[in-house]
């Protein structure tokens, strides 16, 4: 994917929304944040990337979608009507997503890492779960969601069933845990920096994007490289913003 940007417009990049947890009130109020910022970044957007854990849960029936989200799916589709390009990837909450985005709303959705060139800089952007060391537990856990006969399985509970289940088990699982130190920071350990320098290591990019771990990061990848995280809307509204020549991590501030 190749994209050149004119004077003044950027590439927004922002990850771990959780729409819909831990209840509805928040979830809303998240919402209209996350509107109000897509507003205001609509004007010099060149191309929006929306990567992973958008919603907390989510999972495409073949004829069915979860309720909810209405104002953010609307502006989404508002930016396409606009010809901005938006790139969505899924995250570990919300890993099956299927077609309806890229039929309803003409938004491709990525389930690993892609390469894109911006100007004359190479990105590697995705989501980041289950990549380099570590994460074994979730590593597991990924096999089982993705194993096809699970699918199949839940995909015939009734919706009211199978969303409940699913609702209360991610409900429990990640926003909860961030009050729990699953989210610092853990130095050299971090695996996914590591990833990023293994990759380095066989291929130079000029800037890596991920989300996933819910912390605002900025650090070196070897001599030329850098590795972003994008942070996280529950608490933090941070986003990440490329002019052409500079990556940066920013907050919405409100
Ligand atoms: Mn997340």
Redo the contacts with the bound molecule.
């Keep these: 994917m190749n994209i050149s940007l004119k004077p003044g417009q950027k590439v927004f990049f922002a990850s771990?929304f959780?729409l819909g947890a831990p209840d509805p009130q928040s979830s809303k109020k998240r919402e209209e944040k996350i509107i109000r910022w897509l507003n205001s970044i609509e004007k010099e957007a060149a191309a929006l990337f929306l990567v992973g854990?958008v919603f907390d849960f989510w999972f495409e029936y073949d004829k069915v979608i979860p309720k909810g989200f209405i104002r953010f799916m609307g502006k989404i589709a508002d930016l396409r009507d606009k010809g901005i390009p938006i790139i969505f990837f899924t995250?570990n909450?919300d890993l099956w997503m299927k077609d309806y985005f890229t039929q309803e709303l003409d938004v491709p959705v990525y389930g690993n890492p892609i390469q894109i060139k911006i100007n004359d800089k190479k990105f590697l952007v995705g989501h980041g779960d289950g990549l380099g060391p570590g994460d074994k537990k979730y590593k597991v856990l990924k096999k089982v969601f993705t194993n096809e006969a699970c699918q199949w399985f839940f995909k015939w509970l009734h919706p009211d069933i199978g969303i409940r289940i699913a609702q209360k088990w991610s409900g429990s699982s990640?926003i909860t845990n961030m009050q729990k130190n699953e989210d610092q920071f853990k130095g050299e350990d971090e695996w996914l920096w590591q990833y990023c320098k293994q990759v380095e290591n066989q291929m130079h990019h000029d800037f890596y994007i991920f989300?996933?771990r819910?912390l605002p990061l900025e650090l070196p990848v070897g001599e030329r490289g850098k590795y972003y995280n994008l942070g996280?809307w529950v608490s933090q509204y941070t986003y990440g913003e490329f002019d052409g020549e500079e990556m940066s991590i920013k907050s919405y501030k409100f």
Excluded: K, L, P
């Design positions: 771990d959780h854990d995250g909450h990640r989300g996933h819910h996280e």
